[in-house]
């Protein structure tokens, strides 16, 4: 009986996987989705620019290495936010970060250039896993600006499993 429910329950999970498996592979390879006050759009009809991962790369990376209050000094890797902005020719002055999880949190622009934030999208050459803290996260330079970055309203900015953010 055991045996039979987990052959049973196998063939559950491989329908299921069979069923999605054309939704993820089609078509939407976008990583990361800007919206709200930007020039620059890939999608005329959402008015946004979707970033694939090449077209993040295409950005050039930067990283920073940095323990935050959940993970050890790691070195962190994506590409700067303000490269990000720049590309979709952002105006405004505080950036909503969309999280997988729901989570959702303002950034105010002027963090970008004080402190080159990262869209981290690998830590310590792993790329970030999607139920974690992929595909994206906020990574301020905390250890190397303690002062300023050390405190609760910086931490809840280092957003993770960011997938979208809207110019505002
Ligand atoms: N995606 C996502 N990012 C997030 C959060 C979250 O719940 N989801 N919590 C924020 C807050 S409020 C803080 S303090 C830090 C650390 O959260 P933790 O204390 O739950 O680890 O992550 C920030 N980034
Ligand atoms: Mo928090």
Do not use: C
């Amino acid at each position: 009986m055991e045996a039979r429910m987990r052959v049973v329950v196998g063939w559950i999970l491989l329908f299921i996987a069979l069923a999605f498996r054309p939704a993820f592979a089609s078509g939407d390879d976008a990583m990361l989705t800007v919206g709200g006050n930007i020039e620059h759009v890939t999608d005329q009809a959402s008015h946004t620019y979707r970033f694939s991962k090449a077209d993040l790369l295409a950005l050039g990376t930067s990283t920073i290495k940095t323990s935050t209050n959940w993970t050890p000094v790691s070195v962190w890797r994506g590409p700067s936010l303000q490269s990000v902005l720049q590309k979709v020719g952002a105006h405004g002055e505080v950036l909503r970060v969309y999280a997988l999880d729901d989570y959702e949190h303002d950034v105010p622009v002027s963090d970008v250039q004080k402190y080159g934030v990262i869209l981290a999208f690998e830590r310590n050459g792993v790329p970030l896993a999607p139920n974690k803290f992929g595909p994206l996260m906020l990574v301020y330079p905390r250890d190397a600006e303690p002062d300023a970055l050390n405190r609760a309203s910086i931490e809840a900015r280092f957003v993770w499993q960011i997938y979208k953010i809207v110019v505002k």
